[in-house]
């Protein structure tokens, strides 16, 4: 575990000392906020209901947002029980910590990041279904979960983790919508015969 905590207070401590400016800290903030227990990447799902063209990867993110959140947030976060950096910076480093949280304290565990699992299940579900769409959604996704570094809530190693359980939810959610084809049944309804 040593290996580990030095590897991820070595980046951590890297972004506060070298990228971590005033400039970026109210858009890290915002990034942060966006994917708070997944409601921006949910409400935006919402809204892309309404259109037949964006109907299946909506469903399927929203999907795939619920799924990352049973496993990561309701499973895996109390089986790791991983406390956050902030709470672990005075034990690692004998030290004070030099400066105050850009987005305030968090009451679940660490491993993994919620905001980075929810951020890339509706980024692979838009990909997969619209590449235009969801090449911004992956960017967007990437720079939540590296938010989660810069405000220094979550380790390397979480939003890592975080990522791959939500890039395997989307995989899943779209193998399931292609497999029983409900891509075309979801842009079929509503329309008239």
């Known amino acids: 575990m040593d290996i580990f905590n030095a590897f991820d207070f070595s980046i951590l401590d890297f972004i506060y000392q070298s990228i971590r400016c005033a400039f970026l800290d109210p858009i890290m903030w915002a990034l942060s906020m966006f994917a708070n227990k997944g409601i921006g990447w949910l409400a935006l799902g919402v809204i892309l209901l309404i259109p037949k063209k964006t109907r299946p990867a909506a469903l399927a993110g929203i999907l795939a ?3 990352g ?3 990561g947030e309701l499973g895996i976060k109390h089986f790791v029980c991983r406390v956050r950096p902030y709470d672990q910076y005075e034990q690692f480093h004998n030290a ?4 105050t949280l850009n987005a305030g304290t968090e009451h679940s565990f660490s491993f993994p990041s919620g905001h980075t699992s929810c951020s890339f299940a509706a980024a692979v579900c838009a990909f ?13 996704a990437a720079l939540i979960g590296f938010s989660r570094l810069y405000n220094y809530v979550h380790f390397p190693t979480d939003v890592i983790a975080g990522a791959i359980l939500g890039t395997l939810c989307g995989l899943l959610m779209v193998f399931i919508f292609r497999k029983f084809s409900l891509d075309d049944k979801l842009r079929r309804i509503g329309r008239k015969h």
């Open 96 to 99: 004070v910590m030099p400066f």
């Open 69 to 71: 959140f049973a496993i």
């Open 128 to 140: 997969k279904i619209n590449k235009k769409c969801g090449i911004i959604t992956l960017i967007v």
């Open 65 to 67: 947002i619920g799924l």
